[in-house]
C-alpha cells in the first residue's frame, strides 16, 4: 500500500513526504527497512524514529522540533494505535485452501465459500462455518457448532456442541470452547457428588480474541457469553455462566468463577482470582493477583477514573499502600519492644 492509501483509511495528517511512497509493513526502530513504518509517542522515540531506516514515522505532533528531510511524517492523535492498525492493513490475505484430504467433514455441516479446512480437522455434523474462515490442523468443531465469518480457529482448538462464534473471532491454539463447568451436587448422607447438568451454551460475539490453551465453560442452564471486542490471553479460565462485557481485557493466568460478571471496559490484570456470582463493574481496573470474593460487588463508584484495584479483597492500591506501611510500622515496633525485653 502506498502511504497516501494508509492516511486515507486510517487518518492522520501528512507534514512531509509524498503520498505515494510504498509501505510494506511495520517495524521497530533498530529493525526497520526504508518501506516499513514506525511509530513514536514521546521526545525519545521520537528521537531514535527519525534517526533510523524507516521510510516514514507516525508520531504526536511537537514531539520532535525538526523532521530529517529522507523521511515521511505523519501526525496523528494516537499514533500507537494507527500503527497497530497499519499492521492489521499490511498484513498479507492467506489464500483459501479448501478441504484438506485428510481433513474429516461430517453429514449436512455448511462451508461457505473461501473456507478453509485444515490437515486431520474434523467438522462435525450440522456445523456451519462462514465465508473466509480457517480452520487449522488438529482443530475439532463440534456437531451443530456455529462459526461466522473471516474468523482463525487455529491448531488443536476444540470447540464443543453447543458453541456459537460470532464474525472475526481469533482462537489460538489449544484452546477448549464450551467444555462442561466445574458444578457439583453433594450428597449429604454418602458424601458422593453428581455433577449438575452443564447443557447451556457459549456464545462469543464478533472480533474476540482468546489467548492459547485458555478454557471457556458453556452455561449450566443458560449460556456463558463473551461479548464483542474482548480480548483474553493465554491460560485464562473463564467458568460457566460467566458475562464478560464488551472491549474488557483478561491478561494470563486469571480465573474466574462460574455465574460472575464483568462489565464493559474492565482491566483484568494476571493471576486475577475471581469468585462465583461475584460483580467486577464497567471500566474497573484489577492488578496483578487481586481477588474479588464469592458475591462481591467492585465498582468505581466514589473514585477517580483510573485506580487500579489491588489486593485481596479487591481494594484501591492507595489504600493497600496505606495499610502495608501501617503494617510495617507496628512490625518495627514489636521488634524493637522484643529487643528491650531481651536486653532487660
Known sequence: MTLGELINALGGRLVQGTPQWQIDGVSSAQMASPSDVVFAEDEASGAKAMASLAGAVVLLAGRVSEYPPDKCVVEAEQPRLWFALAAKLLKPVMPARGIHPTAVVGAHAELADSVTIGPCAVIEDYARIGAGTRIDAGAVVGRGVRIGEFCRIYPRVVIYPGTELGNWVVVHAGVVLGSDGFGYVRDSASGAYTQFPQQG??????????????????????????????????????????????????????????????????????????????HVGPGVILGGQAGVFS??????????????LWGTPARPLPQVLREQAVVARLAKRAAKKKEKGDGG
Open 295 to 308: 458475591g462481591a460487588r467492585v465498582t468505581n463508584e466514589g473514585l477517580k477514573p483510573g485506580t487500579v
Open 201 to 278: 451454551v457459549l456464545v462469543i460475539e464478533d472480533d474476540v480474541e482468546i489467548g492459547a490453551n485458555t478454557t471457556i465453560d458453556r452455561g449450566a442452564l443458560a449460556e456463558t457469553r463473551i461479548r464483542r471486542g474482548v480480548k483474553i490471553d493465554n491460560l485464562v479460565h473463564i467458568g460457566h455462566n460467566c458475562d464478560i462485557g464488551e472491549d474488557v481485557v483478561l491478561a494470563a493466568l486469571t480465573g474466574i468463577s462460574g455465574s460472575s460478571t464483568v462489565g464493559k471496559g474492565a482491566v483484568i490484570a494476571g493471576q486475577v482470582g475471581i469468585g462465583d456470582h461475584a
